[in-house]
């Protein structure tokens, strides 16, 4: 059976897999596992519940809470916050378990459980496993005093975005700036422009709208057209895209083009490289960021940790070595001095507040990478595990990358959640970029098929 934890929580269909029922059970398991490790200590454990606006959201809120208080948990229900608050209160308010409700940029009838340990740290691989384990097994229920008490805590949105001020420093106003924020219809359509005119920027709000239907429709970071348009329409500096649960962010210059996660963490690893922020001058990206990045942050002395593709997988290689930021192409930005999680909005202000610092353009910082013309293409119905061995695709995949030399690249990786291949190629030019990866995908389908 594959394992019901994935790299960020647990997915699928609200009220299919995704059950009231099983969100009481697994939320009841979390604390009984985390309970017999030692997680809470002798003292009665508190957790806090957070949930984007999805519809489903507000049973699977109540199921969560029920599981947890019935086991003997103290919950502070958050109401709609973005996951990285979540993660940051329970740090700060010290509590023993956080659980965030939230399918991040998926669409609404989507809906996850993700939990966060003491310090707002992601749980451990053996510990989500425990928890599986224990799903529906037989537990000694509390009574009377023994179960937990379940109390709001609405405002507590207000502290995250206090902290999301204060990490820009004296110097972090952004008066003068023009900002068009695309809040997705998610979690953070009251935090974001909040801390933006916080600090003094002229906030163009869109998106911000929820309904509990409507989140990431057509919307925020996975569709950014609306955003484009926008920040040209009212002449903005910057537009930010969020996704649901704003765990990322993507940016727009001036003229509506799109700035990725590989060019945000491009110019923060400069500027932080400059304040002497940036651990041992390293960056740590996934396989997937661009040989564009790559030879940016060459250029400029900082050394990229390479990872799994996941932002699971850039964490981990942060807190084991001490780097101060970290990041996938697709928005997810890790600054750990600030946050212990991937968190848009905080991202988003840093960015912004360079802007302001530099009196540079967002264009102009975002030329410190060119772009390497990307391809990826999925090969379905193929045996996936046999991508890294079958002699005919390596040799195919060794031609491809000699014919490249070192003005491109191409990596073949097995999907982690459906039975495909995903061919990604790079190259000087899209033409030629897209000839050699629908010529290695010929290769893989021939040779892979099921």
Not at 2 to 24: C, H, M, Q, S, Y
Not at 93 to 112: I, T
Not at 183 to 207: D, H, K, M, S, W
Not at 338 to 350: I, N, R
């Amino acid at each position: 059976m594959p394992r019901l934890f994935g790299t960020d929580g647990v997915r699928g269909t609200a009220n299919v897999e995704l059950t009231p029922e099983f969100a009481l059970q697994v939320s009841s398991a979390a604390a009984h596992v985390l309970a017999e490790a030692g997680a809470f200590g002798s003292h009665r454990p508190r957790a806090l519940v957070g949930r984007d606006p999805r519809a489903s959201g507000e049973f699977l809120e109540a199921a969560v809470i029920a599981g947890l208080a019935s086991s003997g948990v103290d919950v502070v229900r958050l109401g709609v916050v973005p996951t990285p608050a979540v993660a940051y209160l329970v740090n700060q308010l010290d509590a023993d378990l956080g659980v965030m409700l939230s399918a991040s940029h998926n669409p609404a009838p989507d809906n996850g459980i993700k939990f966060f340990a003491r310090g707002g740290v992601k749980l451990d691989d053996d510990l989500e496993d425990d928890i599986e384990a224990r799903i529906g097994q037989p537990w000694q229920r509390p009574i009377g005093a023994g179960v937990g008490r379940v109390t709001p805590d609405l405002g507590a949105y207000e502290a995250y975005v206090a902290h999301l001020v204060s990490s820009l420093g004296a110097d972090g106003s952004l008066e003068g700036l023009k900002v068009v924020i695309d809040a997705a219809n998610g979690a953070a359509y009251r935090t974001a422009p909040e801390a933006f005119a916080a600090q003094g920027a002229e906030v163009v709000l869109i998106n911000a709208e929820p309904d509990g239907l409507n989140i990431n429709l057509r919307a925020g970071s996975t569709h950014p057209e609306s955003l484009q348009a926008a920040v040209v329409e009212h002449g903005a500096d910057l537009g930010i895209a969020l996704d649901g649960d704003a765990d990322r962010c993507l940016a727009v210059d001036a003229d509506g083009s799109l700035v990725d996660g590989d060019q945000i963490m491009a110019i923060l690893a400069v500027a932080m490289k400059a304040d002497r922020t940036l651990h041992s001058d390293t960056v740590v990206a996934t396989v997937m960021s661009n040989l564009g990045f790559m030879q940016a942050m060459k250029r400029h002395g900082i050394v990229v940790d390479v990872t799994k593709v996941g932002d699971r997988y850039v964490l981990e290689a942060m807190n084991a070595n001490g780097f101060t930021l970290g990041g996938e192409q697709s928005g997810h930005v890790i600054m750990s001095e600030f946050a212990t999680t991937g968190d848009g909005v905080l991202t988003a202000l840093h960015l912004a507040a360079q802007m302001a610092r530099s009196g540079r353009t967002m264009a102009e910082l975002a030329s410190v990478m060119t772009r390497f013309p990307q391809v990826l293409l999925n090969v379905p119905g193929v045996r996936k595990a046999r991508a890294g061995i079958d002699p005919e695709v390596n040799a195919a995949v060794t031609a491809a990358a000699k014919e490249l030399g070192d003005s491109g690249r191409v990596l073949l990786r097995p999907s982690g959640t459906e039975q495909l291949v995903r061919v990604m190629v790079e190259a000087t030019t899209g033409e030629q970029a897209n000839e050699i990866a629908e010529r290695l995908a010929d290769v893989v389908k021939a040779r892979l098929s099921l």
